[in-house]
């Protein structure tokens, strides 16, 4: 069973920088599909980005963040980090990080929720316009 834990969330001013981690244990970690999505009030959770477990570690993002966002990891550490910059107002969510196993069709449903099979409880994210 893989547990994932987020760090990082707070307040933050549009147009700054905020860093957020998740760190992961338990299974192989370093080889885990790893994804960062996002849930504001009222709204579905919606992905934001998302890098492979595979060698070279092949990056997704969504259209509202690509550019401005940037997730990485460290497998040494177990953690999948999401770099958040310019940070716009529309930002201010709960975010979740999740991870599907190394052998999933990932290519395919990145993008989904339904396409990991393990989560963190979230941290949120407010930002002061």
């Known amino acids: 069973q893989v547990q994932l834990v987020e760090t990082g969330g707070g307040l933050v001013q549009a147009g700054d920088s905020l860093r957020l981690s998740c760190t992961a244990s338990g299974g192989t970690s370093s080889r885990l599909h790893m994804g960062w999505f996002r849930q504001a009030p009222g709204t579905e959770r919606a992905f934001v980005a998302a890098?492979?477990?595979?060698?070279?570690?092949?990056?997704y993002y969504a259209n509202t963040v690509k550019g401005r966002f940037t997730i990485s990891r460290d497998n040494a550490k177990n953690t999948v980090y999401l770099q958040m910059n310019n940070v716009r107002p529309e930002a201010a969510a709960v975010y979740y990080c999740?991870?599907?196993?190394?052998?999933?069709?990932?290519?395919?449903?990145?993008?989904?929720?339904?396409?990991?099979?393990?989560w963190g409880e979230g941290t949120r994210v407010t930002v002061a316009s």
């Open positions: 999740a991870a599907a196993p190394p052998q999933s069709d990932f290519t395919g449903y990145y993008y989904n929720t339904n396409g990991y099979d393990f």
């Open positions: 890098v492979t477990g595979w060698s070279g570690g092949r990056t």
